[in-house]
């Protein structure tokens, strides 16, 4: 499908209680649920421009999702659209959020309510999870090949996890490796 004929935001009404609607189905990390409404139901975005958006989204400060907002926003509305689609990411569910610590203050020795947020993270950890691996499976046709994106995780996984090291230095290490190796790989692709 081009992405002429591809369905888009209507109004910024629209784009507001789509981000708004988005925001309320994640607790404790959105990436599952941002892909499954963007690009999965509304079709806003292909797998590609979904992967493309989400690792520009991490690389650039602030919190990922807030970053693909605001791209996409101002990608089908200009500025008007950016605000639109941060202020509905982040109001509704800030209101909810003050509610919420108004009651938990009162019940927070409650051993139902600590019991309530250790089960929500574990959701939220599997929805990650569930995320990654089925945006693993579009990553079969990357220019440098299954095998060595695979490695490129797992470099990153390790560097993380066993090493602890910062974020940063992941970034910069392997993120810069893979990017100097999918430039050589389109390089390649390209001279006859």
């Not at 990608?75 to 659209?81: D, E, L, P, Q, V």
């Not at 089925?134 to 797992?154: E, W």
Request: glycine letters at 12%; a positive charge; proline letters at 4%.
């Amino acid at each position: 499908m081009s992405p002429t004929a591809r369905p888009a935001p209507r109004s910024l009404g629209e784009l507001f209680w789509a981000f708004s609607w988005l925001s309320l189905q994640g607790f404790g990390g959105v990436l599952a649920v941002v892909h499954r409404e963007l690009v999965d139901k509304r079709r806003w975005l292909t797998e590609a421009e979904f992967l493309e958006d989400w690792a520009v989204a991490q690389v650039m400060p602030g919190p990922n999702v807030c970053n693909l907002a605001l791209m996409f926003g101002d990608r089908h509305a200009g500025w008007r659209g950016a605000a639109t689609a941060l202020v509905g990411l982040l109001a509704v569910p800030m209101l909810l959020l003050l509610a919420l610590g108004t009651l938990l203050t009162q019940g927070a020795d409650q051993p139902q309510v600590a019991g309530a947020l250790r089960g929500m993270g574990a959701v939220a950890a599997g929805l990650m999870a569930g995320a990654g691996l089925k945006l693993l499976t579009s990553l079969r046709g990357h220019v440098l090949g299954f095998v060595l994106v695979l490695l490129l995780a797992a470099l990153s996984f390790l560097g993380v996890v066993v090493l602890h090291l910062g974020l940063h230095l992941i970034v910069l290490g392997v993120g810069g490796l893979a990017c100097l190796l999918t430039a050589n790989a389109l390089h390649r692709k390209r001279a006859p």
